[in-house]
């Protein structure tokens, strides 16, 4: 892609994102929210691959986009009627956060201002997904067998603990 | 293997402790463990013997204990030959008495305790001739009187046996007290407990020799309450109250012997003051004459030899006090295995006669036939027959003692003649004649074999011990334990005869009054009824002290109970007590305004404050969260500005 | 061409809307929702740095897919709780799970 286009797309991308965020934390009905949560997260998909990273971008619509959205709108219907008064959500305490996360803002900002960071100029070889593959089976092999063992423990622990008894 | 030296008194210490708190329901196992502990230290002595013989220097292995400015205690061992030698006697002897008393005690409710307390007294004494410092040498030192009291009154039932714990007890304490401040005295001129560095310090003269003098009669004071010396003899007869075993660890052959050890240890101080050491030799000789000439009429055979005890550990302080560390010490080696024989033997009589009258005795050699020939074979040793072991230490002092002055050879020789007589007066009315007591006599017999196969060892001792110190050797007793360097005597030939007549002919006089009869006991005590009084009542130095010590402290205390307490003290205390009450009515006030004001103040204080501060714990997390954020926040600002 | 700054940037943006969400949300589910976002920041900045640092080394993807199953379990386990929490208190307010006040 062209250097312009380039730019173009991030920014765009980064207006779907801000917005859509925005627009998850901030609306009424929760089930709006889920659903401006699923176009954030396609948006971040389309930043990873602007960063030339395609095997999580793939990932991140799998799972993010295919999984735990549809995990949490079917907890929403579990929890609340569709369209009913307590699907309604409020946000409290809304000016004081808003002073904290500004302040955050600014200060993590300045501080990337102020941050010289060392850049390197080599661009990336080959495919990304190969190079992953290759590393998760070798180098970080351990990792990744422990990483199963607590999705094990985290699909048993989700079992037992939203069993009825 | 030295430096594990240490845990040749543990051994008896944790023996001590397990009868103390788990055997103590169980006399046999308790007997064991006893025992056993005791033969552990006996073969680690025994090693450490070897171990010095192989490379006779001085050793030490010390540790610091309490270190504070100008000021050190030490805890550490002090292992030079006389260590070793010491080590030895204390563990045979230990041993032998031990094995004797599960004959000798058999049956006794309180058995198991008795092997704890002889446990916890060889740890005592075994740390004694171990240590290093003035400082653990007067714990142990104190170790051993109490263990001393509690053996001297184990039958405490009896009024005799705790009076004469008591009196044990009481009498070496005075003899401590000047022990005490001997030590105050010199270690706080020379700034060190420890031994070595003490003595270092007093040879380069850093103590003015009126101060080594006084420090070193002072010291001599505990080694007197110890080693029963004149004045502070009194209480070793008394002790014979004690099982019979006792006598002949405690008060015959180790703890006594600790009097001459401490002086032997010091030597490097008494040889430097010639005052002290005169003074040590002429209360030796006293004494070794008085006990003796006590001994030549006493009627109970302990007695007879507590007083024999007194007389020897006498001759063995009067040859330190000539200089004589080899002869001294030989001579308490020597004399450890034939009194402890002597003193087992009559335990073992007393055993089977059940009583301590010679004139109830008699005829015993047909019934008791080991431990007759065993106790005849200690009197000859003691009586320093030829080849006895005590031939040869006696000979040694004597000779020392023709050497440095005449006169204390006469004593010596003089004693020599009464002991002589008086060990073979009990040796004929007890063991030889018509039986006295014709219905004792029948019920008499032997000794089981665990009393006799100790008396055997020890007459085997008796016998042999001496050997390694025979003059002609040139590798023998004097050429091992000797201070600074070998004093070799020239044997002498006709001191030696003159010896043996003097001790033969004792024992001739012995016969011939008490054996043939030719000359009537009766007719010589009437004679000379006073002097027989007179020694009879043991020139009533009982009497003596009670009047001039005990009688005033007792009408003194009486007065000042009277006038004193009734009157004065009384009457502080009332008042003392009266105004508390005042004091008390005016501080409850105090208390009920001001001080309950106060807390009651302080309580509503807290109370508000917690009432307001409560309302920012609100249960919610993300309130905490929030507050988290902040702080976050915070720092980063911190950080970056 | 947007650089890394630019990166930085958007993820520190998505983080503190992800953080005012979890802080003023009520609704349980939504506070998950908004810890989601948290996570697509944290991982939009991890492969930025391996796109930009070390472009060689895949390090940065490789712990983002890590860090994607993790909140995969999470919000398993979470919604889990949200669903438990619905059944004890009959809503999934936060305001009224306050059994930690006293």
Known sequence: MENGTQTAVFYILSGLIVGSAFMVVSLKNIFHSALFLVLCFFSVAGIYILLSAEFVAAVQVLIYVGAITVLLIFAIMLTAQLYSPSIRQSNEQVIPGIIIVGTLLIVTLSVLRRTSWRISTQGIEGQSTVSIGKSLLTTYVLPFEVVSLVLIAALIGAIIIARRE | MLPYSWLIPCFPLLSFALIIFFTIKKPRLSSLVSIGAVALSFLFSFIVLVTVLGNPVTSEFKINWLDLPGFKVEAGMLIDPLTAVMLMVVTIVSMLVQIYSVGYMAGDSRFSRYFSFLSLFT????????????????????????????????????????????????????????????????????????????????????????????????????????????????????????????????????????????????????????????????IGAFTA?????????????????????????????????????????????????????????????????????????????????????TFILGSLSLAGIFPLSGFWSKDEILLLALNKSPIFALVGLAVAFMTAFYMFRLCFIAFYGKARDQHKFEHAHESPKVMTVPLVILAFLSVFAGWVGIPWLSKGYSTFVYHHEVHHLEPNFILMLVATFVALSGIYLAYVIYYKGTISAERLKNRFSSIHKLLYNKYYFDELYNAIIIRPLFKLADFLFKKFDLGVIDWLVNAAGNFTVFLSWFWELFDTYVVDGAVNGLGYVVRGTGAGIRKVQTGQLQNYAFVIFFGIVLIILLKIF | MPSLYHYLSLSALLFCIGIFGALTRRNAIGILMAIELLFN?????????????????????????????????????GLAIIILIYRQHKGVDVDKVNIMKW
């Open chain 2, 289 to 373: 004459f008085l006990a003796a000439s006590i001994a030549l009429v006493q009627n109970d055979i302990k007695r007879v030899l507590a007083y024999s005890t007194i007389s020897q550990l006498g001759y063995m302080i009067m040859a330190l006090g000539l200089g004589g560390y080899t002869a001294g010490t030989f001579h308490l080696m020597t004399h450890a295995s034939f009194k402890a024989l002597l003193f087992l033997g009559a335990g073992s009589v007393i055993h089977s006669m059940h009583t301590n009258d010679i004139w109830e005795m008699g005829g015993l050699y047909l019934k008791m036939r080991t431990t007759a020939i």
């Open chain 2, 123 to 282: 740890f005592s004494m075994l740390g004694l001739v171990l240590s290093n410092n003035f400082f653990e040498i007067f714990i142990f030192w104190e170790l051993v009187g109490l263990t001393s009291y509690l053996l001297i009154g184990f039958w405490f039932e009896k009024k005799t046996a705790s009076d004469a714990g008591k009196k044990a007890f009481i009498t070496t304490r005075t003899g401590d007290l000047a022990f005490l401040v001997g030590i105050f005295l010199l270690t706080t001129t020379v700034g060190t407990l420890n031994f070595q560095e003490a003595f270092h310090q007093v040879e380069s003269g850093a103590i003015s020799s009126t101060l080594l003098t006084l420090s070193a009669i002072l010291i001599f004071g505990g080694a007197v309450g110890k080693s029963a010396q004149f004045p502070l003899h009194v209480w070793l007869p008394d002790a014979m109250e004690g099982p019979t075993p006792v006598s002949a660890l405690i008060h015959a052959a180790t703890m006594v012997a600790a009097g001459v050890y401490l002086v032997a240890r010091l030597m490097s101080i008494y040889a430097l003051s010639v005052p002290a050491s005169l003074v040590v030799a002429i």
């Open chain 3, 41 to 77: 920041a944290v991982n939009i900045n991890f492969v930025a740095f391996a796109r930009f640092i070390d472009p060689q080394a895949i390090v940065g993807q490789v712990f983002t897919i890590f860090v994607i199953t993790i909140a995969a379990a999470e919000a398993a386990v």
